[in-house]
């Protein structure tokens, strides 16, 4: 296998790995944030960061660097149609899951907090927690086109 099938094929893995943890992560907090169940919600968005940490935040930075070097030595330009909207759409989905960590660090130090103190979760988590799905959206909906344009190529 040569130098460039095996920066591909990190490429695809390691896309999978962040848009499979983040839609895996955000599943999980999403439908556990409606039990309300406080010691659930601690221990879920503790693993939730901590997945951002392990899986996410490497595949973040692999990708563009894996990705501009595939595009190099593949002989496609920055401008081609395709590329140019999927780096876009990338940026974009960065723009949404910047914030959606800070917040995810938030919404675990405040459940863990009402978890030690037996407290139910303060009105800011929902707000953080409404902020976090919402922001969620775009940011998988950007990355499935992604995917789509890296496959098809279509212009």
């Known amino acids: 296998m040569n130098t460039y099938l095996i920066i591909k094929w990190l490429h695809i893995l390691s896309s999978v790995a962040m848009v499979g943890t983040g839609f895996g992560t955000a599943f999980y907090l999403f439908f556990c944030n409606r039990s309300r169940n406080v010691a659930a919600i601690a221990e879920v968005s503790r693993l939730v960061v901590r997945a951002d940490t392990w899986f996410t935040t490497p595949a973040v930075i692999f990708q563009p660097l894996s990705g501009l070097w595939l595009m190099q030595q593949g002989g496609w330009d920055l401008g081609t149609g395709w590329i140019l909207v999927s780096v876009t759409l990338f940026l974009l989905a960065g723009a949404c899951w910047l914030p959606v960590v ?15 103190d037996t407290t139910p979760l303060p009105d800011l988590y929902w707000r953080y927690a409404r902020t976090w799905e919402i922001l969620g959206y775009p940011a998988f909906i950007a990355m499935a086109i992604v995917f789509y344009l890296m496959v098809n190529k279509p212009f």
């Open 102 to 116: 800070w917040l995810q660090i938030r919404l675990r130090d405040m459940a863990r907090e009402a978890y030690g």
